[in-house]
């Protein structure tokens, strides 16, 4: 394993550089130069070095199954004078040469470097004076966990270990909305986000390895159970986790009061960064290759790509009377606190594509459609059609609907089941090329929550608010800015052939709650979006 480089300055172009620029090339790291992370930018004074520090690797394998060799993972540094074109690794390597002392650890690796005010708060020192480190892995037979590291801001100092940061447990999974937090982190991430009354949590986001496989492939009841693949995933998820930090025996805590996946699809291994030109905390995440049979990778040449930027927040609505079926209290995913209204005020991390991704708008195609309601589905057949006629294998989609009892759209499709509170993707005919290729429903639990007016007491329906992307195979598709599901689409042929509208009502529903049809407020697609990607020696 070996890094590349890739700069951008708007962070949808690139020029990536044709060949590794950080090799295995030491005794330390003569397995591979995993992953890792850059000096914050906010610490480091203008013609100062870029300075990077990962995990360097010198047995292998490694693997949370597998007993611990003490001394395969190390931390490493290396430094650029030239932009990152060419890096030189630290004479001083490796600077932290194995875990904590007498730790008894499952893996140690993928560190993570930055501020943390909450974190100073708590330990009683002044703002931003202190970086922080976390290594992912865990303590076998107890709970996955992040091991905490105190250092200057010259990362390539001295790493005073604090302690284990978590505590949860074996494969911690609270219901449907939060998932399954395994047995072993990787790729580890904190931070703090805030909402736009200033309001605060402190967020932290992992790969977990070791998932309980039952709990992965939630589906649709109404759907009936998962089909069987060829191709099976690992057992690993991403997930993200809200919790309180404080001190507890000495030793720095952080407890879990809320959380769920990151993304309920392929997605896995997210690294982020504070964007001081948008003031906005972004993340981006790899999108696997697991759905294509070996041989279909190797013939591809190549395997897995980035994600979208996406937007982290802290996502806060006041006045939720409820929820679509389920009671807000049973949504482990969302802190849930009454207000004096009789109401609540629920909180839960928001992703949206990053601002930066309209960009890609700039020479696509804009279609758009305006309300109406949507056609009904009888035995399979539409009556009458809403389409938007987008015809590359490049687009992006923003819709909005109001909903009757049940919402639903198809091939590939997109739909939404308001009783089951259930997110589908179907990709059983999404491809020709081979019957081998990963075709199983991705899901993921959604509610849209019903609002009340503290004046006048009336009550309103949230409305469905997706948000897609696809890209010759990718698909990510946002839902209402705090449900991802990505996913790998293969069709045969490097164009679509059109977005198709319309729902699948309940009519006896309809008529006793006197309901209308299911409508579609607003529909906007860019057909043909365009990055430019250059290749630089």
């Known amino acids: 394993?070996?890094?590349?480089?890739?700069?951008?300055?708007?962070?949808?172009?690139?020029?990536?550089?044709?060949h590794p620029v950080l090799r295995p090339d030491k005794p330390y790291d003569r397995e591979g130069v995993f992953t890792g992370c850059m000096q914050p930018a906010s610490l480091r004074k203008i013609g100062s070095p870029l300075t990077i520090v990962y995990t360097s690797v010198s047995k292998l394998p490694i693997h949370y199954t597998l007993p611990y060799d003490?001394?395969?993972?190390?931390?490493?540094?290396?430094?650029?004078?030239?932009?990152?074109?060419?890096?030189?690794?630290?004479?001083?390597?490796?600077?932290v040469t194995g875990p904590p002392e007498g730790a008894s650890v499952s893996g140690w690796r993928d560190p993570f470097v930055a501020?943390?005010?909450?974190?100073?708060?708590?330990?009683?020192?002044?703002?931003?004076?202190?970086?922080?480190?976390?290594?992912?892995?865990?303590?076998?037979?107890?709970?996955?966990t992040l091991f905490l590291y105190a250092l200057d801001a010259d990362i390539t100092g001295k790493w005073d270990f604090i302690s284990p940061l978590v505590n949860?447990?074996?494969?911690?999974?609270?219901?449907?909305?939060?998932?399954?937090?395994?047995?072993?982190?990787?790729?580890?991430?904190?931070?703090?986000?805030?909402?736009?009354?200033?309001?605060?949590?402190?967020?932290?986001?992992?790969?977990?390895?070791?998932?309980?496989?039952?709990?992965?492939?939630?589906?649709?009841?109404?759907?009936?159970?998962?089909?069987?693949?060829?191709?099976?995933?690992?057992?690993?998820?991403?997930q993200w986790m809200c919790g309180s930090l404080k001190i507890n025996d000495g030793k720095v805590e952080m407890t879990y009061d809320f959380g769920g996946r990151y993304d309920?699809?392929?997605?896995?291994?997210?690294?982020?960064?504070?964007?001081?030109?948008?003031?906005?905390h972004i993340a981006w995440g790899w999108i696997t290759e697991e759905d294509l049979p070996q041989e279909l990778v190797d013939r591809q040449n190549w395997s897995g790509l980035l994600s979208l930027p996406r937007e982290l927040k802290l996502l806060t609505i006041h006045n939720v009377h409820g929820a679509l079926a389920s009671k807000l209290k049973d949504i482990t995913s969302l802190e849930v606190t009454p207000d004096e209204h009789a109401t609540y005020t629920v909180r839960t991390m928001g992703m949206a594509p990053a601002r930066a991704s309209e960009q890609l708008r700039q020479e696509a195609k804009e279609l758009m459609i305006g309300a109406t309601a949507l056609p009904q589905i009888n035995s399979g057949n539409v009556a009458g059609e809403?389409?938007?006629?987008?015809?590359?294998?490049?687009?992006?989609?923003?819709?909005?609907?109001?909903?009757?009892?049940?919402?639903?759209?198809?091939?590939?499709?997109?739909?939404?089941?308001?009783?089951?509170?259930?997110?589908?993707?179907?990709?059983?005919?999404?491809?020709?090329?081979?019957?081998?290729?990963?075709?199983?429903?991705?899901?993921?639990?959604?509610?849209?929550?019903?609002l009340q007016d503290p004046n006048s007491g009336a009550l309103s329906q949230e409305r469905l608010q997706?948000?897609?992307?696809?890209?010759?195979?990718?698909?990510?598709?946002?839902?209402?800015?705090?449900?991802?599901?990505?996913?790998?689409?293969?069709?045969?042929?490097?164009?679509?052939?059109?977005?198709?509208?319309?729902?699948?009502?309940?009519?006896?529903?309809?008529?006793?709650?006197?309901?209308?049809?299911?409508?579609?407020?607003?529909?906007?697609?860019?057909?043909?979006?365009?990055?430019?990607?250059?290749?630089?020696?």
Request: a negative charge.
């Open 168 to 238: 949860v447990g074996l494969n911690h999974s609270l219901s449907r909305w939060s998932g399954d937090l395994g047995l072993n982190w990787e790729v580890a991430n904190f931070f703090s986000l805030r909402d736009f009354e200033g309001g605060q949590r402190d967020f932290i986001v992992v790969g977990a390895e070791g998932c309980d496989r039952a709990l992965m492939t939630e589906h649709d009841p109404e759907e009936g159970p998962p089909r069987s693949t060829q191709v099976p995933r690992e057992a690993r998820s991403q």
């Open 70 to 95: 003490r001394g395969c993972e190390t931390l490493s540094v290396a430094q650029s004078v030239d932009g990152g074109k060419n890096w030189t690794k630290a004479s001083s390597n490796p600077i």
């Open 115 to 144: 501020p943390w005010p909450s974190l100073d708060h708590v330990l009683g020192r002044p703002d931003g004076q202190t970086l922080y480190g976390i290594l992912s892995g865990g303590i076998p037979g107890q709970t996955p």
């Open 466 to 537: 997706l948000h897609a992307f696809f890209d010759e195979s990718v698909l990510e598709v946002f839902a209402n800015g705090r449900t991802v599901i990505s996913t790998r689409v293969y069709p045969s042929q490097k164009r679509c052939y059109g977005i198709h509208f319309f729902t699948e009502d309940d009519q006896d529903a309809m008529v006793e709650d006197d309901l209308g049809s299911s409508r579609l407020v607003q529909a906007r697609a860019w057909d043909g979006l365009r990055a430019d990607i250059r290749i630089v020696d």
């Open 386 to 450: 809403i389409w938007l006629d987008v015809r590359s294998a490049r687009w992006e989609l923003i819709a909005e609907m109001m909903l009757s009892k049940r919402y639903g759209s198809r091939q590939t499709s997109i739909s939404f089941s308001p009783a089951t509170e259930t997110v589908t993707i179907d990709r059983a005919a999404s491809t020709d090329v081979d019957d081998r290729i990963n075709t199983s429903a991705e899901t993921a639990p959604h509610t849209l929550f019903t």
């Open 1 to 18: 394993m070996a890094w590349g480089h890739a700069t951008s300055q708007d962070l949808m172009s690139w020029k990536v550089v044709s």
């Open 264 to 280: 309920h699809g392929c997605l896995y291994g997210v690294n982020s960064i504070w964007d001081e030109k948008t003031s906005s």
